[in-house]
């Protein structure tokens, strides 16, 4: 059975660590002085916290202080509770990406959920995803590895299992990954064609090493949107209102509620999602249950149905 001076160490190393992740820098007399101990006992905390895989560098000046970076291995991770629900439902939306990811976002899940209070437990159980559309299912490492690709400008070689045909090289610069009405597409330039091309993901298999470097060339149009629009013309629905915006989640969380819309990767972090609906305040809602930051990007009359939401929603507030 742990000491009190035992669990009082342990409780002091996770008080620390969350700092630690917090910010970039801390000095030692701040972290000493919110610990509540001395300047001694943080070296030994962060020696402690190097022992368990973390990397915490010295910060020389004026003050010392320290710096957590990333290592070489995973080691164990602390997040505050609203960090851990969120977690758990991008996990849960991730189990329908279509992005090769299913098991093992599964198996995440179960893990986290067991060490879940009761209280945070049933607020992720009440969110169920049902996916109306699935995605076709892609490897991760052909995704991971084309978006490697597409960021190193690197020509990537592959065979292509057209339908009707034998499959076939295709030599092809990478330009982006994009997700359309539940599936996802590789958008590049082919020298052997002359011109752009469109492939299905889930139908190609990579041949290694890549191939040269290459100059980024413009989409035509500017857009890689309008250009997959045009390719596919005729199977969209024509809804009278279109906007465009960047929401602040991966690619791979928003993929599987894409529906009729078009999503292209704008960082590790955020999604670039064009889509319609039948009024500018059904697509203002639409985009809110993302429950993610937004940034419009266009039209005006989608801004201003966002700004008539807001006002809405405080006034419910406040009733």
């Known amino acids: ?5 035992a669990a009082t160490t342990s409780a002091r190393l996770l008080a620390l660590l969350s700092m630690l992740q917090a910010r970039r820098d801390w000095p030692g007399t701040v972290l000493a002085e919110r610990l509540a101990v001395s300047e001694r006992t943080v070296r030994r ?26 290592g070489t291995q995973m080691p164990p991770m602390l997040f505050d509770e609203e960090q851990a629900v969120a977690l758990a439902v991008a996990l849960r939306i991730a ?10 976002a599964a198996r995440a899940l179960v893990t986290l959920r067991q060490v879940m209070p009761s209280r945070l437990r049933q607020r992720v159980d009440a969110l169920e995803v049902t ?13 991971l590895a084309l978006s490697a690709a597409i960021r190193g400008r690197e020509e990537v070689r592959f065979d292509y299992a057209a339908p009707g045909r034998e499959p076939s090289l295709r030599r092809v610069q990478p330009h982006h990954l994009v997700v359309r009405g539940g599936r996802w597409y590789l958008v590049g330039w082919s020298d052997e064609r002359s011109d752009w091309r469109t492939y299905r993901v889930d139908r190609l298999t990579l041949r290694i090493p890549n191939g040269p470097r290459f100059a980024v060339r413009e989409v035509p149009g500017g857009s890689v949107t309008e250009f997959l629009a045009a390719r596919f013309k005729g199977s ?25 819309g078009t999503a292209t990767e704008a960082g590790p972090t955020r999604t670039r999602l064009t889509t319609g609906s039948w009024s500018w305040d059904a697509l203002a809602a639409g985009l809110a249950r993302f429950g993610a930051e937004i940034e419009v990007v266009g039209p005006p009359e989608l801004r201003d149905a966002f700004a008539e ?3 809405r929603a405080a006034r419910a507030v406040s009733a």
């Open 1 to 5: 059975m742990p000491t009190a001076s």
């Open 45 to 70: 905390d962060v020696d402690r916290l190097r022992e368990l895989g973390y990397v915490v560098h010295a910060v020389k000046g004026p003050d010392g202080g320290y710096r957590l970076e990333a």
């Open 95 to 104: 189990v329908s990406a279509g992005a090769g990811i299913e098991e093992g």
């Open 131 to 143: 996916a109306a559309e699935a995605a076709s299912t892609v490897d991760t490492s052909v995704l």
């Open 236 to 260: 969209d629905t024509g809804w009278p209102c279109h906007g465009e915006v960047v929401l602040g989640l991966p690619l791979a969380e928003v993929a599987p509620f894409v529906g009729e």
């Open 309 to 311: 939401l807001a006002a």
